[in-house]
């Protein structure tokens, strides 16, 4: 028997589909070489150039991050401007989830365009003009001479939490609309899993940008290797 899906239906999975291989898999990643930091300058700039040293970088970043990122978030977008919240009505745990997971989405389409631009590109006039893409040398610099300005900083710790959740409380609706959890007491627990990896995924990713302005982040510095003490000349903003 033949099954006709809708495109909407189609549209759907794929957005969910997006968010949770490339982009989870990429977030995951960005988050392991961003706390290579906790490890001072010389250990952050070596990942930032094994990942330069990837063959095919390009070809991996436009079709593996940059195109997925590009439909999730126009999609996401979509989805949210279709969305009818109704918290105040019924005001309920999952409608809560439901209002915050479209808010962080909006909020992270213009935070990611933001971030793209000022440390992948360096196109932020004001901010940093030098982009880590083709720097790794200097990659270190770059990301502390940002985080220095604390309005800079507090907006990549509240870009980390906004897809911190995000993206665990994505794990949960792609378990249960694909059906790999089933059962309301299953479902439950995976949700209490989720938001315990969120919980995770906030304090890692924002112990990493504090890394970068304090030695170790929050951790005591005994737990990490002591920060390189290579000195390396930033060029001059234009």
């Known amino acids: 028997m033949a099954y006709k899906y809708s495109r909407t239906f189609l549209l759907r999975k794929l957005h969910q589909l997006t968010g949770i291989v490339p982009l989870g898999l ?20 070596k990942a930032v150039q094994d990942i330069h040293d990837i063959p095919y970088l390009l070809f991996i ?4 991050i940059f195109l997925p990122l590009l439909f999730h978030s126009i999609y996401g977008v979509i989805i949210s401007g279709e969305a009818k919240p109704n918290v105040i009505t019924y005001n309920y745990g999952r409608n809560w989830f439901y209002f915050v997971q479209r808010a962080t989405g909006i909020f992270l389409f213009a935070f990611i365009l933001f971030h793209v631009l000022n440390l992948r590109f360096g196109l932020m006039p004001g901010l940093n003009m030098t982009p880590v893409a083709g720097n790794a040398d200097l990659a270190y610099d770059i990301v502390a001479g940002e985080f220095s300005i604390p309005w800079v900083l507090a907006l990549y710790i509240l870009g ?40 995770g995924l906030f304090a890692v990713g924002a112990n990493a940008a504090l890394a970068f302005v304090r030695p170790c982040g929050l951790l005591p510095e005994i737990l990490c290797e002591q920060p390189s003490t290579k000195k390396t000349v930033m060029p001059k903003k234009v």
């Open 61 to 64: 970043e436009i079709f593996g």
């Open 26 to 45: 990429f977030f995951f990643a960005h988050m392991f070489t961003n706390s290579k930091a906790v490890g001072g300058e010389a250990s952050f700039e």
């Open 160 to 199: 980390v939490a906004a897809t911190a959740w995000h993206l665990a409380y994505g794990f949960w609706l792609f378990a249960v609309d694909w059906g790999i959890v089933i059962g309301q007491r299953a479902q439950k627990y995976a949700l209490y899993a989720c938001v315990a990896l969120a919980f």
